[in-house]
């Protein structure tokens, strides 16, 4: 899947109108961008902080605030960040 990155809350890794290529993967580790949907359905492209063997919390690297982290269910990832525009 190719989409766009809309906002800021990965910068400096990733700039807002960056294209990103996601793809999924059987196994994700602490430190992988992924892109997961949230209850509201909403796309989020985050940094893996914490994994288990049933939900993944992501965290944008521009943000410092805890209460943004997003946890879910690990089938709640859409994918792993492969490549993205401008590099």
Same mark, same amino acid.
């Given at each position: 899947m190719i989409t766009c990155a809309f906002g800021?809350?990965?910068k400096p890794t990733l700039?807002?109108?960056?294209?990103?290529?996601?793809?999924?993967?059987?196994?994700y580790k602490i430190g992988d961008i992924i892109s997961v949907k949230t209850h509201d359905k909403k796309i989020h492209v985050h940094r893996i902080v914490e994994i288990t063997?049933?939900? !993944?919390?992501?965290k944008g690297d +521009?943000?410092?605030?805890?209460?943004?982290? !997003?946890?879910?269910?690990?089938? +709640?990832?859409?994918g792993k960040l492969i490549w993205h525009y401008p590099e």
């Open positions: 800021t809350s990965m700039g807002r109108m960056n294209l990103i290529r996601i793809k999924k993967f059987s196994q063997d049933q939900w !993944v919390s992501t +521009n943000l410092a605030q805890q209460w943004y982290e !997003v946890k879910l269910p690990l089938k +709640n990832i859409e």
